[in-house]
């Protein structure tokens, strides 16, 4: 067991936990954040996806002692029903969400990939994606 001190959707949490915690289980099990979704438990499908620090991170095959002094944002934190994120709203106006199963980290990883653009970080979604192209759309 450790102690530990996230920063989960702006707030801090001090949990006590068995070093072999997901953050996926951490958030679920722990800070009843159910937005995120054990899918395959393999890192494949993207259903668990949050932020830690702006970027995407499978939260199913990270340790939650290891992510102590990072910010994590899941879908809860985005925004709320009266006050959709553009993301959230974007998905709903254009249909882009399905079951709500894997929605949220489709979200989730849309909003991290267009901050890691910004921040010049390369995109994994095709190889000449520019924050240019994004606005010209």
Do not use: W
């Amino acid at each position: 067991m450790s102690k530990v001190s996230l920063e989960v959707n702006g707030q801090v949490h001090s949990l006590t936990l068995d070093t072999r915690t997901t953050l996926l289980d951490a958030l679920r099990e722990h800070l009843h954040l159910t937005g995120s979704k054990k899918g395959c438990d393999q890192g494949q499908c993207g259903a668990c996806t949050v932020t830690v620090d702006g970027r995407r991170v499978n939260s199913c095959l990270t340790l939650a002692v290891m992510q102590q002094g990072h910010k994590i944002t899941t879908i809860e934190g985005l925004g709320t029903p009266r006050s959709l994120h553009p993301m959230q709203a974007a998905f709903v106006k254009h249909d882009g969400f399905q079951c709500g199963f894997c929605t949220p980290g489709q979200i989730c990883s849309a909003v991290a990939m267009l901050d890691e653009i910004k921040a010049g970080i390369p995109s994994h979604a095709t190889v000449n994606l520019t924050q240019r192209e994004l606005c010209q759309r």
